[in-house]
């Protein structure tokens, strides 16, 4: 049991960072200063899934780290 969490918590998380890779916050040195200067714009279509599956991937993430930690001892 605990190498199937081992094996999901592996695949979760490489499912998170390219999440999050995928994400586009912000181009050039602006991006570092808090983003762009033309304000606030909602998140729509891919951009709006992207955001959505990070934050349940990492949701997941922390449930299967619990899961592993409780296991292990």
Request: charged share 10%.
């Amino acid at each position: 049991m605990e190498k199937i969490i081992n094996i999901a918590e592996v695949i979760v998380s490489v499912l998170l960072i390219i999440s999050i890779l995928l994400q586009n916050r912000g181009a050039g040195l602006s991006g570092a200063f808090g983003g762009s200067f033309g304000g606030y714009y909602t998140k729509r279509g891919f951009e709006k899934f992207l955001i959505s599956a990070s934050i349940l991937l990492s949701g997941l993430f922390i449930i299967l780290a619990v899961a592993s930690f409780t296991l292990a001892k």
